[in-house]
């Protein structure tokens, strides 16, 4: 018998300074489902600006990967989370395409490619020098004969996640150039539910990740920089909709706070 998750719902609201309005358990340990596409595309992004990558490189796709477990055989995304935009086996995409992929619609296959591209390290150096500090990635998705084997998964924390973003949206992980096609790229995700709530006209971006009883949502709100509002929420032992739910109403409280935050100073230094 599957046992049935603790609910748990932790938060940070912050700037992109490091700035914390408010925050909730903020280093209780969530797995970080779609939430790890972040730091795998600012390792990108940090490769394209030392020149060891470029956008039209081509990048094979395939919809077969290599287990972290020797001699465990190849294993395919599971059921129910591929990505049917693929082009078939063997056809080469260029990188650009494949972040797209992973990014705006939460392609697995396009990040397991991009594993393989950057590799685990870099990855974990983009949390490590984010300033997130109890979160790691170790294995791909889908690869459950590596999870059967006990061998390190994948954690993130609110607090993570949050440094995370406001590292990427502050500049500190990639040069402007670069900075701006992350913040580009994370804008016109389809997906989540942050950006359902904030005001129309107003810019955002952001990284979901969701699995059964779990429900992640990271964005920024407002055009990149120091002041930008990042907002970071991790639930589990909810449903889809009880999830959703729970981070729609912190946005709501977050927008609110920030902004009673925001006429205060304005007064103050009237």
Known sequence: MTETPTPAIAFRISRADGDVLAERDPNLPFYPASTVKLAVLAAVGRGLESGALQLDQPVRSTDRF???????????ILP????????????????AEVAERMIVVSSNEATNLLYDVVGFPAVNQVLADAGAVNSGVHRKFSDLAASRAGLPGNVITARDLGKLMEAVVGGRLADHHWTAWMCDMLSRQELG?????????????????????????????????????????CTRGFDEPQGEQCIAALTDLALAKAQRRDDASNAASS
């Open 193 to 233: 539910v942050i950006g359902t709530r904030v005001p129309t006209g107003t810019r955002w971006g952001s990284k979901s990740g969701w699995v059964d009883g779990i429900q992640h949502d990271v964005a920024f709100i407002g055009e990149p920089g120091p002041t930008t509002l990042v907002i970071a929420v």
């Open 66 to 76: 290599p287990s972290l477990v020797a001699g465990a055989p190849d294993f395919r």
């Open 80 to 95: 129910g989370d591929e990505d049917p935009g693929m082009p078939p086996p063997g056809t080469p995409m260029p990188l």
